[in-house]
């Protein structure tokens, strides 16, 4: 299609942050449409980042509207849904969200859209999964941000104990976006160093708690997270419009467990281009195990209205 048009569903903290990070930086998109079941939040919305063009660092055609309005769309971003509340896990959102997510795919469907969905809204696996059934689309087009964010919190808490620009730091966290997210210290490195040659094992184990846990505690602290997967939704959203073939871990359609989940995959403009297959120690492989199993058990858990 390459109008290089992108729909944000959901003008909520997470929709609004991103938009704004897409207007201050430098990407390939050129239209964003949004659009949010209280109509009037996503006009104001717009209205706002409207009055940001004449000194941000790029020109975007910025305007609210409908579902109606994704027909020419490249990708459209869900981010629309209950927020997860304090003491709330996100599988815990899913009974809630599952069936709000129905109602919004049909209706983009149905204005002819033919492009990509990148879900945000929590849970992000198993609405990516239901996102696949809904849509009808090709699995490698339908992409959920994965466990893009959870990498980054962990590459910026390995930094700080390296003193290292977290952008050296080379690490995954895959599995489930969520309590049974797996970080591969086994492929970990920073220059070629290997994390586990660095770092002792107990200050890894602590370092996986921190990362598994502080979604809950910036939730308490402030009531939600936007910032950091705002910028994780750019980078996705550049790798696809750019086709930048870029190596992120996000969650997609895995035909062996019948579920999706965060995985290394090449991302670009046909969506997720292949999932890597990459060697892991016996005991990531375990706990990812463990992932996968929470996710299949999630997805046998959801009724759908019909």
Not at 221 to 242: E, F, M, P, R
Not at 264 to 280: A, C, F, H, M, N
Request: with cysteine; hydrophobic share 40%.
């Amino acid at each position: 299609m390459d109008n290089n048009k992108v729909m944000i569903v959901g003008t909520g903290n997470v929709g609004a942050s991103i938009a704004y990070a897409l207007i201050n930086q430098r990407t390939a998109v050129n239209e964003i449409v949004l659009t949010d079941i209280i109509a009037k939040d996503a006009e104001g919305e717009a209205m706002d980042l409207r009055d940001a063009l004449a000194v941000a660092p790029s020109y975007v055609k910025i305007s609210n509207g409908t579902y109606k309005d994704a027909k020419d769309c490249d990708v459209v971003v869900i981010t629309a849904g209950a927020a997860q509340k304090p003491g709330e896990t996100r599988m815990q959102l899913l009974k809630k969200n599952v069936n709000i997510l129905k109602g919004m795919i049909e209706q983009i469907m149905d204005s002819g859209f033919d492009g990509i969905f990148l879900i945000v809204t929590n849970p992000m696996d198993v609405l990516t999964y239901f996102a696949c059934k809904f849509s009808g689309l090709p699995t490698e087009r339908v992409i959920g941000s994965g466990t893009v964010l959870d990498s980054a919190r962990l590459r910026q808490r390995l930094a700080s104990y390296l003193n290292v620009n977290p952008k050296s730091v080379h690490a995954y966290q895959v599995g489930e976006h969520g309590d049974t997210e797996v970080s591969l210290y086994s492929l970990a490195d920073v220059g070629g160093q290997r994390v586990t040659d660095l770092l002792s094992r107990d200050v890894l184990n602590g370092i996986s708690d921190y990362v598994r846990n502080e979604a809950y505690e910036i939730i308490e602290k402030k009531g939600a997270t936007y910032y950091g997967i705002a910028d994780c939704v750019v980078q996705i959203l550049n790798s696809i419009l750019n086709d930048e073939m870029r190596v992120l871990p996000v969650s997609s359609y895995d035909g062996f467990s019948g579920t999706c989940f965060g995985w290394p995959s090449v991302v670009g403009r046909e969506g997720v281009v292949r999932r890597l297959d990459i060697k892991i120690t016996e005991q990531e492989g375990l706990d990812l195990q463990k992932s996968i199993n929470a996710l299949q058990k999630a997805i046998k858990s959801v009724k759908i209205k019909a």
